[in-house]
């Protein structure tokens, strides 16, 4: 994923008021477990970052289990790990660019811009 938006623009485009530490941009290779640029809503709109990836209630710590970071749509509501979270917590994730790994002729990973 690529985020390349100045944050103004961001704050501008959602409507959100900004949070002080918000990852910098541009970034062309936001990765799972790094902080990624949100928008949340309890009321009031914020732009704000999150590390990017679930942390299940049962976790001790960040660490305390392997990285959940991707959900099927067709099963997100009944797994354990994201039941409560898809039903109680929402956010939208700013991004202006997604991207798959492909490898070149030569060996050499390249991204694919989707």
């Known amino acids: 994923m690529a985020i390349t ?3 103004a623009a961001m704050v501008q485009m959602f409507d959100a008021a900004p949070d002080n530490d918000l990852p910098d941009v541009p970034n062309f290779n936001v990765c ?3 902080q990624v640029h949100t ?3 309890d009321g009031a709109r914020r732009l ?3 590390r ?3 942390i299940p209630p049962w976790y001790d710590k ?3 289990g392997p990285l959940l970071i991707n959900a099927r ?3 997100v509501a009944d797994k354990p790990a994201f039941r409560e979270a898809v039903r109680q917590t929402r956010c939208l994730i700013v991004a202006t660019g997604f991207y798959e ?3 070149d002729a030569e060996g050499a990973k390249l991204p694919w811009y989707i």
Do not use: D, F, N
Request: a neutral charge; aromatic letters at 8%.
């Open 52 to 54: 990017w990836g679930l």
């Open 62 to 64: 960040p660490a305390g």
């Open 5 to 7: 938006l100045p944050h």
């Open 73 to 75: 749509a067709e099963t």
């Open 39 to 41: 928008v949340t809503s």
């Open 32 to 34: 799972p477990t790094v």
């Open 101 to 103: 790994w492909t490898v």
């Open 48 to 50: 704000r970052g999150m």
